[in-house]
């Protein structure tokens, strides 16, 4: 039986999410969909501040080997994420950026690049705080691997009740971002790289 | 017997293996746990902090992990079920009193999220090789349990499991994770609380002129008493009589001591707990726990793919080690790999207990991550010839 496996990898600086977006993610395949998901997470021995890293796997089968090997997906929320991790996507693999905090230069080739101001969409909220959230809505726009509604959920689920609004509000606005975008490159049937990022 | 609702958090959640195992602790009725920070193992007993005061039960955080590993057996003899969360150094400091609650057949739980070592060695990082220490790491002659989950919902269950053998059997019980386990998320169902069979303490129902404490039963286990109930009795780590006073007479030493390993017997043979898939007409058999048993999982479908019959023997109690169900195998496959996060240690017991019968290849590896699923296909492909 042919396995349907997806890996993930999500980096960035501490504090910005990048744990729970992670599980937004699984959370949203495992539960609240029929797949499964494992995460787990690169522990330094320091206690907080520096990097951050997660992965996910999504599966059709139960998942046996716990760790990615070459991410399908890469979800980078800092320039030191992008420069660490951004050789060892796959071929034909998404690269999603936090367009504001990371200057993409090169990639593998046959890789997607979509990028999203999600820092300044959150403090359009009022809140920076939720920028990841707001990641991993315009990660559903643009990856397709679960149903937005089923993301939204994992949201809901995944943050205290007095949080759950503006967290949605979060998610949609990503969500919002990344639909647009993705209508405006089929319009112009573009290179993706070309009309998301600003290169140079 | 059913849990206690107020313990069970019934639902669908997306929990890693260290929060799985303390919704463990608490649906299996545990209401008292000490411990001392050490990663990977902290959060076991940080949730169980933040969950006990709505469920009703103490959390200590004591000075060190003696201390830790002493008050719960306080606390279980107060009446309460209780256990302790470690890793590597701290599971080393707590030697001695998992002797003690051998001597005294004190029912108990100790968790060991393993990291890589010896020493400090690696904290963040996985590793399978504290498994002679969970057995043999305390001085003299002693029977433990130890159980190896694979999955943060066998963190769940497991842990249920290892309260539940705690009681039945009056022994201290290892809860043998690994840092890749206890950090991993995944889904984890928690039934609802008449959904989980909860074995309670096996207290006496002699009165207190007839009742002795360490008077076996049928099953060679005795029954027990918690202080209040009035029942004087006596606990000491010195060689006791039935009664639980000291008598350090060759015949008692002989008697007890044996006694503590022969109460275990059953867990070696029919009630052995390992999963077994395609033994039947197999070559090669993988031998292998914990993480160790995923990552060996997806080399056994990718040595069947090519022809070669490999079948699965998953050791879920490492500890008795199911001895008479490898010798049975050995007689009838070529080889077993033994694939193991450490430089050899559960490979030992296979290869005794094949007895010269079958091949015992070791696939070692000295942690910090999990085993390539190529390298242990290697090692099937290979006694497979």
């Given at each position: 039986m042919q396995r349907m496996l997806t890996e993930i990898r999500i980096a960035g600086f501490?504090?910005?999410?990048v744990i729970l977006a992670a599980a937004v993610i699984g959370k949203a395949t495992?539960?609240?969909?029929s797949g499964h998901a494992t995460m787990t997470q690169s522990f330094?021995?320091?206690?907080?501040?520096g990097s951050s890293s997660a992965q996910v796997i999504l599966s059709s089968e139960p998942i046996l080997?716990?760790?990615?090997?070459?991410?399908?997906i890469l979800v980078v929320m800092s320039q030191e994420a992008y420069t660490r991790f951004?050789?060892?996507?796959?071929?034909g693999g998404i690269l999603i950026t936090e367009q504001e905090l990371v200057r993409v230069d090169r990639f593998p080739a046959g890789v997607r690049a979509y990028g999203v101001p999600a820092t300044r969409l959150a403090e359009e909220l009022?809140?920076?705080?939720v920028l990841n959230i707001v990641m991993v809505g315009f990660y559903a726009a643009v990856t397709h691997l679960a149903a937005p509604d089923s993301l939204r959920k994992a949201v809901a689920d995944s943050v205290p009740p007095a949080m759950q609004h503006l967290n949605l509000q979060a998610f949609d606005k990503g969500f919002a971002y990344g639909s647009e975008l993705m209508i405006k490159l089929s319009e112009h049937d573009n290179d993706s790289v070309v009309a998301t990022l600003e290169v140079g | 017997m059913h849990a206690d609702p107020k313990g069970v958090l019934t639902g669908v959640h997306f929990l890693d293996g260290d929060h799985a195992c303390c919704e463990g602790t608490l649906a299996a009725g545990a209401r008292f746990a000490a411990g001392y920070p050490i990663t990977p193992s902290t959060e076991v007993v940080e949730r169980f902090a933040w969950r006990i005061p709505t469920v009703g039960g103490l959390f200590i955080q004591m000075e060190d992990e003696l201390a830790a590993s002493i008050a719960i057996q306080g606390a279980v003899w107060g009446g309460a079920k209780a256990f302790t969360v470690t890793s590597g150094p701290g599971f080393s400091l707590m030697m001695e009193h998992i002797g003690y609650a051998a001597m005294t057949e004190t029912p108990c739980v100790f968790v060991n999220v393993q990291r890589g070592?010896?020493?400090?060695?690696?904290?963040?990082l996985p590793a399978q090789a504290d498994m002679m220490q969970a057995r043999w790491?305390?001085?003299?002659d002693y029977g433990i349990i130890a159980l190896c989950p694979n999955s943060p919902q066998e963190c769940f269950d497991l842990t249920i499991q290892a309260f539940n053998l705690a009681e039945e059997f009056r022994v201290p019980v290892m809860l043998m994770l690994d840092e890749c386990v206890g950090h991993m998320t995944e889904k984890v169902v928690i039934p609802e609380a008449d959904g989980i069979n909860i074995v309670p303490r096996r207290f006496t129902h002699k009165s207190p002129e007839e009742?002795?404490?360490?008077?076996?039963q049928a099953d060679g286990v005795p029954d027990m008493v918690k202080a209040g109930d009035g029942y004087r009795f006596h606990v000491t780590g010195?060689?006791?009589d039935e009664r639980g006073y000291p008598n350090m007479t060759v015949d008692t030493q002989d008697r007890m001591v044996r006694r503590m390993q022969t109460k275990l017997a059953p867990l070696a043979g029919s009630r052995a707990f390992f999963e077994a898939e395609?033994?039947?007409?197999?070559d090669v058999v993988v031998v292998s726990y914990g993480i160790t048993s995923r990552v060996a999982q997806r080399a056994i479908e990718l040595a069947r793919q090519q022809g070669v019959r490999a079948g699965k023997f998953r050791l879920?109690?490492?500890?008795?080690?199911?001895a008479a169900h490898i010798a049975e195998l050995a007689a009838r496959v070529k080889a077993f790999v033994v694939p193991e996060l450490n430089l050899g240690q559960m490979v030992n017991e296979v290869e005794r207990a094949a007895a010269g019968k079958a091949a015992v290849i070791p696939v070692t590896h000295a942690g910090g991550t999990v085993h390539n699923p190529e390298t242990i296909l290697k090692a099937i492909v290979e006694a497979a010839r």
């Open positions: 501490g504090g910005q999410g495992a539960i609240f969909e330094g021995p320091e206690a907080r501040g080997y716990p760790y990615i090997t070459r991410p399908d951004s050789p060892e996507l796959k071929p009022g809140r920076k705080v | 070592g010896p020493s400090t060695g690696l904290p963040t790491g305390s001085h003299g009742f002795r404490l360490f008077e076996p010195l060689t006791h395609h033994l039947e007409g197999a879920i109690s490492a500890w008795p080690f199911p």
